[in-house]
């Protein structure tokens, strides 16, 4: 049984330019969550996507915007990156109303330059 | 964004000690959870708490939910090798329209065979 997978697994960018991660859940999973994580700390919320729709968003701006397609998969859209946005980005999935039974993926590790 | 205060930092402990780390909020929670995170790797749930005063048990790992909500420690005994890693807690407020978990800055566990 797949858990998380998240696609790339590693990327470089130029600042200013725009990226698309990917996320398939586990299997069984409807939710899908991401998250943020600088180097040396813990994860940041960013938002959480159910039935297709962003239904909580953390305090990140607008530049961080994502979709939840109808297979539940997820992807998390940054536009106009800054260095400040690298950083290593968590996809977690869940079932709805299983209160946070997280399973997270191995992440994607951004780096701007 | 907020982050919850996890101490210590890191521990450098020999291999059979037992180990002892807390994590602490200003504001109150009612589910706190303990992750340990691996390199390269999603964090991954050791333990989950609902209830004030709960006192878990999982293998070697021992955690509880404390009674004012607004802190949770977590216990490791007779720590082997593969204990290290950065552990994580992570509080939630679930119920109403809050899916999102906060976490703390992790503690470092390097374990000396």
């Known amino acids: 049984d797949a858990g998380v997978t998240q696609s790339p697994t590693h990327l470089i960018k130029t600042r200013g330019q725009q990226v698309t991660l990917r996320c398939s859940p586990k299997?069984?999973?409807?939710?899908v969550s991401w998250y943020q994580q600088a180097l040396g700390q813990g994860p940041q919320f960013i938002f959480q996507?159910?039935?297709?729709?962003?239904?909580q968003r953390g305090n990140f701006p607008d530049r961080f915007s994502g979709h939840q397609f109808p297979n539940y998969s997820s992807e998390l859209n940054v536009n106009a990156l800054l260095l400040g946005d690298s950083a290593l980005y968590l996809c977690?999935?869940?079932?709805?109303?299983?209160?946070?039974?997280?399973?997270f993926g191995s992440g994607t590790r951004l780096t701007v330059v | 964004g907020q982050q919850l205060n996890q101490s210590p930092q890191s521990m450098f402990i020999q291999e059979g000690e037992d180990v002892s780390m807390n994590c602490t909020s200003s504001?109150?929670?009612?589910?706190w959870l303990w992750y340990k995170q691996d390199p390269g790797e999603g964090p991954v749930l050791l333990i989950a708490?609902?209830?004030?005063?709960e006192l878990t048990s999982n293998g070697r790992l021992t955690a509880q939910f404390g009674i004012t909500r607004k802190d949770s420690f977590l216990n490791i005994s007779a720590s082997i090798p593969s204990d290290v890693g950065i552990y994580f807690c992570?509080?939630?407020?679930?119920?109403?329209?809050?899916?999102?978990?906060?976490f703390g800055k992790g503690t470092l566990l390097t374990v000396n065979p």
């Open positions: 992570a509080g939630g407020r679930s119920g109403g329209s809050n899916y999102k978990l906060t």
């Open positions: 977690a999935s869940s079932v709805q109303g299983a209160d946070y039974g997280y399973t």
């Open positions: 708490l609902y209830k004030a005063g």
């Open positions: 996507y159910y039935e297709e729709e962003e239904r």
């Open positions: 299997s069984g999973h409807d939710t």
């Open positions: 504001s109150i929670f009612n589910t």
